[in-house]
């Protein structure tokens, strides 16, 4: 850690104590010339002096004394160094300093093996041994899941990634901020969480600009894991800001949109979408072969009519089709439902308080030919409300309190619901979706309730329109695996 | 409450003890033959033993015993009757018996004054004096404001906005789920929310089919105040689902888009947005003349360059311009950032760890003539990490506690930035609106942030194109109320 600290607004204290507080499983060397312990351990004046090998050196003094340390670090024979410094020509106009420094690092990473990550980037993360090696504050413990690996332009979107997918169940493997990429390139990157890293199952990216088109697109050719990409610089704005950000020159969207529709990226729009379809991938692959939809015709139920007609729109506004139900699937419904169902696709369960109802027809329709994947919005949650102070207040001061809304039965239907879906969706190959609606802090065990469905293979998403675009792309995805085998 | 009953999964009990639990104002009579009281509340065995005048009855009584009930309220000299009870006609191919019903209630109706709400609705509620007239169970305290009026073709859909808007800081004055529509129509309670009831200032509407066209036009014409619907029934599939849940023939939808657009109706696409435009139009109503942007061009701002390059893109990809900074803003900011500043709208203040630089920014951009409107996401809640269990006890463990995450620190931060650009927004005409991302139950005080900035008129939403469609459609609607001043 060249450049460790001890003072609260250095960066290099920020890194040095997110190693250190995220309990990193190898050892740890400080390099400060003016101190000889840092926060209980030995720090060196300069990284020749650390009496091992050094397998990756973080940096974060002065971009005028990158280049020294540098050199040493190539005497020491270190791998690799993450460059958090920024000063490195980012800034064209107003930089002639940083754009020398970065002809001397060329010339410098002439000399040996060293590769360098950034310079002008917020680091790397590694689950697998507990690296947190980021600038930044009140980062959260890493959650030890093996699955997704963010490589990120952009170093805070990355981060608030991370956080955001943490928050949402979504396991990380790795992370890397890629700054300037005065040495490795977004493509280095990609090739490593796509070819070589076993730890990573799906791949999240930010792109502003790439450089390097044949690779690019080899690469896409050649990975099988399922790739999410953002990509900033879409509209003439976005591509000027891109420009003033990375001084990437952002291209043309229409030929990334064409790259990524040919070799099966998925492409959101922003950093929710891209956390749902990393959850989504997450649960797909859990299967063998991938919970994928085989087709384009849902399966939809709610206890609410008004929902079931919103649900049938967002279907087919995003291009999938409203399932025809088998004569079968009537039949059977018409034994379990009332008679004044719907007696069509979606099936609206008439606000039946029936418990057992939700997954009675949630199996029926799993098991209909005529169906790919459910989406399906039973009415959980009342429970959650015990959550909320109000209502506990509001439940003490009413002499009704052991009628109105008793908590017992709430609990029982939320969780009898929970797990009698999730045993069925668990097991079935087809693809169920929840869009739940609005989770709230007032409503804390509402997340007890997304977890509990996501550890059943459930995706809970926000909303019916969310839900039915992840339904499409990855019915897109299943064609695509589908043509790549074939071919 | 005619129909008023003890029974748990009676529909009589549920609306009963929601009357109750809100704590009406007014005076309650429940009505059931076989009981003296209900509730400690004397019950009566027909609403004709009743000593007072009634202004509204409840009615869940099977269908049958419905035109009775009626033919007593007009007796009676009741003015409403809210008929919850099913099996109206509603599902036209299975229900004979209902369509007779239906002949019958409209004959009796020509004997008397007595209106009808529904029947087949889950009820109304009014929280000027504590009316929570529903079906249903475990409804949250009403919030006492007087602000957002619900019309809804959906009960259940209707019910879960309120539960939405109430947590997201939307009040509400009073809520109507119109059922079939047998007498009272949409159209009516469109005009008595916008044209009589004071205390609506924002009318939100759930649409599947409206039955009197040339009566919707000349409202749509008169209303003053801002009208937010949803339609059901958008798509073939949509408009199929919508006949057999409420019977209605949706109609041309490309008909409601035109009429829409030509009468300043926003209309949205899913609940989020409809609760996001509310609370848009409750804080723009704040003042006089409402804080509406004037134009298209949006001054954007953050601390990190991927957020600037996406919200850039976002923003033209909604039609806004990403407006071009007056030299002067230029000036002052070469003043305020370090100078590797973006030196462009969208301004990435670079990672800035300076507390006051975002509120100074604000200032700057609310002050440039060339900027409309404005979206910041500036680095706030990262107190927030402090509900976190995991986080807590991971400071616990640290020799770093004092040091890693200063609690203290990070509380100054979020509350200073949340009160100087408060501050700043309450007092200007030009709406800032704050794409936070993700809100969870793991960071409780995220909503207090949320509600902080909120009582000073600053709108947060979930992402960034949710901010720029909103601006985007604030932008129509005050050109739209420009257009009928002038005509």
Redesign the interface.
Known sequence: MIGAS?K??KVG?QVL??I??AKFDGLLYPVNPKHSTL??TTSYKTIKEIPENIDVAFITIPNVQVPAALEDCIEQNVKFAVIIT??FG??ED??TLGRNLVDRVHSILKRGDLHIVGPNCMGIVSSQCNLVGLM???F??LRKQVNASIV???????V?TI??GT??QLGFSKFVSTGNELDLKFEDYLEYFGMEDADTQIILG?I?GLRQGRRIIKLLEEIKKPIVF?K???????T???K???GSIAGSYQMYKALFEQYGVIEV????ELVDFGRAFSIALSQDPPKLPRGNRVGIFS????????M??????EGL??AQLDPKTIETLNQILP??W???N?V?LV?S?DFNAYSRVLKVLLDDPNIDAIVARPPIG?SL?YE?K??IE?IKQ???ST????LE??NSFDLSIVRDMGRLAKKSSKPVIMPL????????K??DIVRELDKRGILVV????AAMRILKKLGEYYKYLKKIKIS
């Open positions: 001890d609260r607004n204290s104590t997110n250190m507080a926060f209980g920024a000063g980012e800034m107003y930089d930044g504050l009140g959260p413990p990120s332009q952009s170093g805070t979107w990355g608030t956080r955001a928050i949402h930010f502003e953002i900033g610089g879409k509209t003439q704005g976005g000027e800001t891109a003033s950000h990375t729009n922003d950093m929710t206890g609410g009519g008004g929902a079931c007609v919103l049938a729109d967002d279907a087919e506004s089709v409203v008679s004044y719907s007696h069509r979606p609206d606000a308080w009342f409300m909320s109000d209502v509001f009413s002499p009704l009628f109105n809304i008793p039965m709430m609606g609005f989770y709230s802090p007032e409503y804390n509402e997340y926000p909303s019916a329109p």
